[in-house]
């Protein structure tokens, strides 16, 4: 009898573990979904030569691509939990490639936009349903968060690095595309290899196991919707910097294309810093209590790239955690609603500052980012109150 009880202990024991393939997944994910953000923002020029557009139409594109980031994530992220990661995933990978491999292949704008949304829609398959998988491996997720960020940036380095190295060196800015497409069929051989671990509301073993530490239940359009606000206002503010400093640099420092655009990888570069710093931070201080933090820096977006981006690149990661340990049992849908916010508020982004630097200056498209950062940080102060009333 002791030695059935010693193996079935091992045995439950080894069922516990996380499925480290599947785990790799989510990472190799963020990363080159990472790099594809950054992508269509470090071709402007290139893509507006190439499609005979102004700075506006980019705006248009940037617009489609964080919109249509926004609109489906909570669908599939829901569907991922009904019918598994797997199907959702792999449908999400099949559209980058068909984004990343047909653009070059074509000089019409309206095809451009098409495939910006196909491309949207893909962000909205893979990105909850990916970082779901944490949710479903471990049964305190929240920690692991910010190596997602930490992934998702380093991946975004390398856009602005490569696409740099391409104009220095007057290679086609094709191949920058046919690359990362290459990659992502590579990454949707490796998924269909991996066996995933069962989602949370499925996961009898896994519920059975888990309390509640609230006296109150979270609710979607209180607490969930009190961080969605948050991440719109945040995506707002931050998506002027990340999509735009390199024309701030062009107009106004009168830097070259290739000198502006590693000024976006200086600023991913320091979203690596600030996802280091979460990994550091968060068994420290509160997820509540850091929103506000970073927030409440944000207003260093105007002394330093660097700095900014070690701020920003805390964000997400914290939103999601946040949401992960509120609705673990619906983890796809709870971090589709993080990925959608993010996409509403980058659509939002492009879309205003794009008709705003073409109607005004690039200076004040930065003085309304410092306005946005201040909404963000009142939010964040009341979505520490909400959270705290959950124990009361």
Not at 105 to 127: E, K, M, P, R
Not at 134 to 158: C, E, H, I, N, R
Not at 252 to 278: D, E, H, R, T
Request: proline share 3%.
């Amino acid at each position: 009898m002791q030695n059935t009880n010693v193996y079935t202990q091992h045995n439950t024991e080894n069922q516990n573990k996380p499925n480290i393939r599947a785990v790799a997944v989510v990472y190799i994910c963020m990363f080159l979904e990472g790099a594809g953000s950054i992508l269509i923002a470090s071709t402007k020029a290139s893509l507006m030569e190439h499609f005979g557009i102004g700075i506006a139409s980019i705006g248009m594109v940037l617009t489609v691509y964080s919109l249509f980031c926004g609109l489906f994530p909570m669908l599939f992220g829901g569907l991922s939990d009904k019918y598994g990661r797997k199907i959702i995933i792999s449908l999400g990978l099949v559209l980058f490639i068909i984004f990343y491999f047909l653009v070059p292949l074509t000089n019409i704008f309206s095809v451009l936009v098409l495939l910006t949304a196909v491309l949207g829609i893909g962000y909205c398959c893979v990105d909850p349903s990916a970082q779901a998988i944490l949710f479903d491996s471990y049964k305190d997720a929240t920690p692991k968060m910010p190596l997602v960020q930490l992934a998702f940036a380093s991946g975004a380095v390398t856009a602005p690095i490569l696409i740099g190295a391409i104009y220095d060196y007057n290679v086609s800015w094709k191949t920058a595309y046919i690359f990362y497409g290459t990659a992502f069929i590579l990454l949707l051989i490796f998924v269909q290899t991996v066996t995933f671990p069962k989602t949370a509301n499925k996961n009898t073993d896994a519920e059975s196991s888990r309390t509640s530490a609230f006296s109150a239940e979270p609710k979607p359009l209180r607490e969930g919707l009190g961080i969605c606000i948050f991440m719109i206002c945040s995506s707002l503010a931050t998506g002027i910097l990340s999509r735009w400093a390199d024309v701030y640099m062009t107009e106004v420092f009168n830097y070259s294309n290739s000198s502006a655009v590693k000024i976006l990888g200086i600023y991913q570069i320091g979203c690596i810093a600030g996802a280091v710093m979460n990994l550091y931070l968060s068994g420290k201080i509160h997820v509540t209590k850091l929103l506000i933090i970073n927030i409440g820096s944000s207003f260093i977006f105007t002394i330093a790239l660097f700095i900014t981006g070690t701020v920003s690149g805390t964000l997400f990661s914290l939103s999601v955690g946040l949401m992960g340990q509120l609705f673990w049992k619906n983890t796809g849908a709870a971090t589709g609603f993080i990925s959608s916010s993010s996409g509403i508020g980058l659509a939002l982004s492009s879309a205003i500052t794009g008709k705003m630097i073409e109607v005004t200056n690039v200076v004040n498209v930065f003085i309304l980012m410092l306005v946005l950062t201040a909404v963000s940080g009142f939010t964040g102060l009341i979505i520490r109150r909400m959270y705290l009333k959950l124990f009361k």
